[in-house]
Nanobody, 122 residues
Framework: QLQLAESGGGSVQAGGSLTLSCSGSKYTYTSYCMAWFREAPGTEREEVAHVESYDTEIYKESVKGRFTIARDHAKNGINLQMNNLKPEDTGTYYC????????????????WGQGTQVTVSS
């Protein structure tokens, strides 16, 4: 069972930066597609970015050019570098993983961290 743990959240002013980190309990590079989701009060959880085979990165349109997702091999996890943060980026950020086989992601995201809070003030 893969366990995930996030860290790095905090409070910043608009235009600031934060880096989120997600550590996995076992090897993930060739076995799991990994993603960052966020959930703001009163809204549904949404995917922000994910990384799949060959480190292919996919981003939500509103964060393109500002956020960068990357695998962290030392932690069996992923990081999320967030620059030029906006108040609408506020929310609880979750790390998630789903199985990958032959370079293809499949199944639902079934492994989740506890979340880390990001608050961006204007």
């Amino acid at each position: 069972q893969l366990q995930l743990a996030e860290s790095g959240g905090g409070s910043v002013q608009a235009g600031g930066s934060l880096t989120l980190s997600c550590s996995g309990s076992k090897y993930t590079y060739t076995s799991y597609c990994m993603a960052w989701f966020r959930e703001a009060p009163g809204t549904e959880r949404e995917e922000v970015a994910h990384v799949e085979s060959y480190d292919t990165e996919i981003y939500k349109e509103s964060v393109k050019g500002r956020f960068t997702i990357a695998r962290d091999h030392a932690k069996n996890g992923i990081n999320l570098q967030m620059n030029n943060l906006k108040p609408e980026d506020t929310g609880t950020y979750y790390c998630a993983a789903r199985p990958m086989s032959g370079g293809v992601c499949y199944d639902q995201y079934k492994y989740w961290g506890q979340g880390t809070q990001v608050t961006v003030s204007s």
